[in-house]
């Protein structure tokens, strides 16, 4: 499986504040993605990280501070929509941690 990686900076934020807010939309992004039911989700508060399980993509973001990190293998049916990735990553960011 292709990695696919991606690291956001976030001046002004704790990993615990981050953690926080990722951890509570996660579940309304799997749910509009239609990707409930067919997800694995677990979360370990401890590392602030959530792992992702899923037949096309298996993934860890991590929350630190000032910044969170996504680290991912995509299937290569998945590899295509990196720049979706990217996007719904940037606008999710815009919305909830405006400049």
């Known amino acids: ?6 690291t956001v900076k976030i001046p002004g934020r704790s ?3 981050l953690y ?3 951890s509570k939309d996660i579940d309304q992004m799997v749910e509009k993605w239609g990707l409930a039911g067919k997800m694995e989700l677990s ?5 602030r990280q959530l792992h992702l399980k899923h037949s096309m993509v298996s993934a860890t973001l991590s929350c630190a501070e000032e910044c969170m990190v996504l680290d991912a293998k995509l ?3 998945a590899t295509p929509f990196r720049s979706k990735i990217d996007e719904q990553i940037d606008r999710w960011i815009s919305r909830n941690f405006p400049a």
């Open 43 to 47: 979360r370990d508060p401890g590392k």
């Open 75 to 77: 299937s290569l049916l």
């Open 1 to 6: 499986m292709p990695a696919y990686s991606k």
């Open 20 to 22: 926080e807010k990722l």
């Open 15 to 17: 990993a615990q504040d």
